[in-house]
């Protein structure tokens, strides 16, 4: 998280670039080139420093764009960081299918990183809010046995069964074909960013050079054997020994003659 946060730090001191255009020998145009802000008057006469606007969305903003948006989770001021409006970017999005899919995982790793920030406190090592758990509980206070099983009741769910999600349950007022048309939608957004992402795991594959769906590793050719019974020189056995007589004993490996 701290490289992080120090990349968004030197995104936001990056110079302001300059706007494309006319205007050479202009102060105006110097400002816009040099990335300096420049000062001037309202209305009123109150002098105010105004940064200079540029009017093109290059690459390099972008990526400034993109690095404060993955440490902060903030879309406008990783915006202003790179010297546009938050408009500008969403606009982008909207052009740039490969923009929007930078743009989420950015905003993805932000959140992330700002989430394990929040969230560091209420880690079990934390123990920031564990105290209640070394007393003892206080006493109950009186109820009827009515009042203690209506309160069973309604915790039940909670304590023995798993909840329902928020996001999937059905809403106040919401038809039942509104609610299966919701989590049909959400399904197929995730099956959607379930391909996104494999897309993008197999091309980083295809880069190192590893084995893809779409260009497997080539197939082992066939191991071609000879016809086992034709394979000669393997066996000890001596061809010239005389075979054994049937009629004639084995004891110990000893022949024993006129055995009954």
């Not at 069973?152 to 769910?157: A, E, K, P, S």
């Not at 590793?217 to 020994?241: C, F, H, M, N």
Request: glycine share 6%; hydrophobic share 35%.
């Amino acid at each position: 998280m701290e490289r992080r946060l120090a990349m968004a730090n030197a995104a936001l001191k990056l110079p302001s670039r300059s706007a494309e255009g006319s205007g050479e020998g202009s102060a105006k145009s110097t400002a816009a080139s040099t990335g300096s802000p420049t000062t001037t008057r309202t209305a009123s006469g109150r002098p105010q420093l105004r940064r200079p606007i540029k009017t093109r969305l290059d690459h390099a903003a972008e990526q400034a764009f993109l690095t404060a948006l993955s440490a902060t989770a903030n879309i406008r001021l990783s915006a202003a960081a790179a010297g546009f409006s938050h408009s500008a970017f969403y606009a982008r999005r909207k052009a740039s299918p490969a923009f929007a899919r930078e743009m989420r995982l950015a905003l993805e790793a932000g959140y992330e990183q700002v989430e394990s920030a929040l969230l560091a406190g209420s880690l079990p090592g934390a123990h920031d809010h564990d105290a209640w758990r070394h007393n003892d509980p206080p006493p109950i206070p009186p109820m009827t046995a009515n009042q203690a099983l209506q309160l069973l009741h309604l915790h039940n769910r909670t304590v023995h069964l798993q909840c329902e999600p928020d996001h999937i349950r059905r809403r106040r007022g919401e038809s039942s074909e509104a609610h299966s048309y919701r989590l049909s939608a959400m399904y197929e957004a995730r099956q959607a960013r379930a391909r996104e992402d494999f897309d993008l795991a197999e091309a980083a594959r295809n880069e190192r050079g590893e084995p893809t769906l779409t260009n497997p590793y080539p197939e082992p050719s066939p191991i071609r054997l000879p016809a086992l019974d034709q394979v000669t020189g393997w066996s000890k056995a001596d061809p010239t020994k005389v075979p054994h007589d049937p009629s004639v004993a084995l004891f110990g490996g000893w022949r024993l003659k006129g055995w009954k």
